[in-house]
């Protein structure tokens, strides 16, 4: 059992740059893989980045892939989005998801933060 809660949202002007952060509670957070994903309005929600339970291994999708980092901090319980040159088809509502070690969905996910990248 997890609860996540994103921050970090705002808006910026294209080929800016914004730090997400999402907060785990409990002390099991690094049995978690998480991941990030984003809707924008009328959208299917969409994968951007994951990383494992200890931050060895990371994945992002083709669209952030060299502009967007995903890292985490077990002993703070939290996982970061670095989101650099961001264009406005990055416009969305940002979640941060958490799935166990050896399951292949995600099972908890946050409330989401708005990111608003003006052109």
């Known amino acids: 059992q997890v609860q996540l809660v994103e921050s970090g949202g705002g808006l910026v002007q294209a080929g800016g740059s914004l730090r997400l952060s999402c907060a785990a509670s409990?002390?099991?957070?690094?049995?978690?893989?998480m991941g990030w994903f984003r809707q924008a309005p009328g959208k299917e929600r969409e994968f951007v980045a994951a990383?494992?339970?200890?931050?060895?291994?990371?994945n992002y999708a083709d669209s952030v892939k060299g502009r967007f980092t995903i890292s985490r901090d077990n002993a703070k319980n939290t996982v970061y989005l670095q989101m650099n040159n961001l264009k406005p088809e990055d416009t969305a509502v940002y979640y941060c998801?958490?799935?166990?070690?050896?399951?292949?969905?995600?099972?908890?996910w946050g409330q989401g933060t708005q990111v608003t990248v003006s052109s």
């Open positions: 990383i494992n339970w200890s931050g060895g291994s990371t």
């Open positions: 998801a958490a799935k166990y070690i050896g399951l292949n969905v995600y099972s908890y």
């Open positions: 409990g002390r099991t957070f690094s049995r978690y893989g």
